[in-house]
């Protein structure tokens, strides 16, 4: 009788349990579910690969020890529900069941004792599969099995739970979480596959008389009179067709050729083809808005299964976004992904960093996310249309009215947002078109925008003395204690309601956003040093119906960039010791060297231009920059204006305490004041 009684009471306790489950998973749908009643994605399933200790187990001050969470969500989208019309051949995928389905791979740094938490999430978008917050933010690796990896282990040490979500569909999968990818499905109209025109480019860099170009869709067809390959000095330069003779098929997803005489290493090569198989890329915009609204609500899958993260119910969640993926970020709130299950919005703040005005190429048929537009590469391909700015303005050249945060502010779903840029994007991307009409005039703010410039920094601070094809050595002027400094003030605002620091960028009104000419920027003459000024990089309204894109070069936006000092050096913005107190000339700016596309922009570079020692040293080289012994009469001197030109910044919320005491100890050190008393 007790055997049996045992029996019937663990057969209840299993039937309570599966009751739970599937209660616990039902309150999962109806918490994705529309203020209509229909959910616009429902996550089926969880899959949690690995859960073991982060960083060889170490512990992070008040914040414990870390571990990490390798998971894979399987999401069930509706491709008619009015927050998914907006994806493009998402319908197209579908299944028998009218879903469309994808996976995403999941990833998540969180303390082991969720008791630890600081309760805010940090919801990082990949770029390009990798986790560049661990290296850019925390000065560490990009994976987190060592001790070593990481880095100064600040997020940590705040006790933030760390996301991130496959966005990018083009990035595979990846069962390890070294980095985060999308399964997408094919879409295919009636049963057959899809083709269109596509288009691809290259600029090799390198000499080499072959040359092999991937392609991000399979060909339709390997017949080569389906094809066209052409070069170009420079984008705004007439093409000159390659034969089919010079030039075949290796495969469906890639050709090579024989590269022609007479064009350097900096050569731009396109290919236009019929491709095949799109993928619905758009789906990567609703894997972020589906998978971080699902963990938010700390409750099991679809299936039943527990959440990793339901003990740690977040009280602000923040996204952040590092160059393609604050593109994306951009994009993402344009096209209304704020807007979760039941009207909530996903993200209570929003931080894109280095992405200028430009938005991205993923929800389009044929998209390529990786592409963005500078001066000299993927000049023309798609993502820089407007609208620029978060605030709504109409458009001077096509009479369009927009704005970043339109579709937010209509369904009250905006997240408050940090715009945050080096100098280089004002130079390659435009920046000034954030804060500008495109006509060259300013544009006020909305109130929960913030933009910052970071004072005469490239895009990021440079790991190398010099480039290859770059004409000047590349800037190393520093980044990271305001990457800290701002996620910690958008954390503060977003979750406790404290007024984040008031924008400082380059405007119109104030003199310090001009012309890209020495005289306008008051750029010191540095001929003599073999420096000379480029153009930045252009913006025309484009046809993008036409493969590759049309440019209209009647129909051009006013960009400009900001006004320097006596040394080079960016006035606005925020000047960090490197700038306030220099010892160089630090550009958002670099040339291209003889051999590869001289004259153009450098890629992702700007310039070190370090100010000679001493009046003898400047006179022999004719530069009229004051000298390093001239400007500081001691090492004391130095350094007590570093101290204040710090203080300053920790005043006004723009450096953290500990930033302050390294800033200090590595000025010290500094080889480059050896030459002072």
């Not at 209509?36 to 512990?59: D, K």
């Not at 990481?150 to 705040?158: E, F, K, P, S, V």
């Not at 731009?268 to 963990?295: E, K, N």
């Not at 960016?570 to 291209?592: E, K, Q, S």
Request: net charge positive; charged share 20%.
């Amino acid at each position: 009788m007790k055997n049996k009684l045992a029996a019937s009471a663990q057969a209840l306790r299993w039937r309570i349990a599966i009751m739970a489950a599937a209660l616990l998973a039902a309150l999962a749908g109806c918490a994705q579910m529309s203020a209509s009643g229909a959910a616009p994605a429902v996550v089926e399933q969880l899959i949690v690969r690995e859960r073991q200790p982060a960083f060889g187990g170490s512990a992070f001050g008040n914040a414990g020890p870390y571990e990490r969470v390798v998971a894979q969500a399987q999401v069930a989208l509706d491709p008619a529900h009015p927050a998914n019309r907006g994806i493009v051949d998402a319908g197209a995928a579908a299944s028998a069941d009218g879903k469309v389905r994808y996976k995403a791979d999941v990833v998540i740094l969180r303390p082991r004792d969720g008791a630890r938490s600081s309760g805010t999430w940090v919801v990082e978008v990949a770029n390009r599969g990798r986790k560049l917050m661990l290296e850019i933010v925390n000065g560490g690796s990009l994976q987190t099995d060592r001790a070593d990896e990481a880095g100064t282990g600040w997020l940590m040490r705040q006790g933030h739970t760390l996301l991130w979500v496959g966005w990018q569909g083009d990035i595979p999968a990846d069962a390890t979480g070294k980095t985060v990818g999308m399964v997408l499905p094919t879409a295919m109209q009636g049963g057959q596959p899809i083709t269109g025109a596509a288009f691809e480019e290259i600029v090799f860099d390198a000499p080499g008389p072959r040359g092999t170009l991937p392609l991000s869709y399979p060909a339709a067809s390997l017949d080569p009179a389906m094809g066209e390959l052409s070069v170009r000095a420079r984008p705004e330069a007439a093409p000159t067709v390659i034969g089919p003779a010079q030039w075949r098929y290796k495969d469906a997803k890639s050709i090579e050729f024989e590269r022609p005489a007479g064009f350097d290493a900096g050569a731009i090569y396109q290919f236009r083809y019929t491709a095949r198989d799109p993928r619905p890329m758009g789906l990567g915009m609703a894997s972020l808005r589906d998978v971080v609204s699902h963990l938010k609500t700390g409750l099991p899958d679809a299936s039943g299964q527990p959440s990793p993260v339901a003990d740690l119910k977040p009280r602000a969640t923040v996204a952040i976004g590092i160059s393609q993926s604050g593109r994306f970020l951009r994009d993402w709130v344009w096209q209304g992904f704020n807007a979760g299950p039941g009207g909530q919005r996903v993200f209570d703040g929003m931080v894109a960093t280095i992405a200028g005005s430009r938005k991205t190429y993923t929800n389009v048929r044929w998209a390529q996310p990786g592409r963005y537009s500078r001066q000299h590469e993927d000049h023309f391909f798609y993502g820089d249309q407007f609208p620029f700015s978060y605030a709504t303005t109409t458009d001077p050249l096509s009479g369009r009215q927009g704005g970043l945060l339109a579709r937010c502010a209509a369904d009250r779903t905006c997240p408050k947002v940090f715009h945050l840029d080096s100098a280089l994007e004002y130079w390659q991307g435009r920046a000034a078109l954030v804060v500008t009409d495109g006509a060259g005039r300013d544009i006020a703010l909305p109130d929960e925008v913030r933009v910052y410039l970071m004072s005469s920094t490239q895009h990021v601070t440079a790991r190398n003395a010099t480039s290859p094809i770059c004409e000047t050595p590349i800037n190393p002027a520093q980044q990271q204690p305001v990457y800290r400094a701002l996620l910690t003030r958008m954390i503060e605002w977003s979750r406790d309601g404290k007024a984040p620091p008031a924008s400082r960028y380059p405007t119109v009104r104030d003199g310090t956003l001009v012309q890209a000419t020495a005289a306008a920027m008051r750029f010191p003459d540095l001929s003599p040093l073999g420096v000379t000024l480029p153009a930045p990089n252009l913006l025309t309204v484009n046809d993008d119906s036409a493969v590759p894109a049309r440019p209209d070069a009647t129909r051009a936006y006013t960009v400009l960039v900001p006004k320097t000092d006596a040394d080079g050096n960016d006035v606005a913005g925020i000047r960090l010791p490197d700038v306030a107190v220099p010892l160089a000339t630090y550009t958002g700016w670099n040339r291209r060297k003889a051999g590869f596309a001289p004259g153009q922009l450098c890629g992702l570079d700007g310039s070190y231009l370090p100010f000679s020692a001493t009046a003898t040293e400047a006179a022999s080289k004719r530069d009229p920059r004051l000298p390093i012994a001239e400007r500081y009469p001691s090492r004391e001197v130095y350094l007590a204006k570093v101290k204040s030109a710090v203080q300053r910044l920790q005043a006004d919320g723009l450096m953290l305490d500990e930033d302050a005491a390294r800033w200090m100890d590595n000025a010290a050190k500094d080889g480059r004041i050896a030459v002072l008393p």
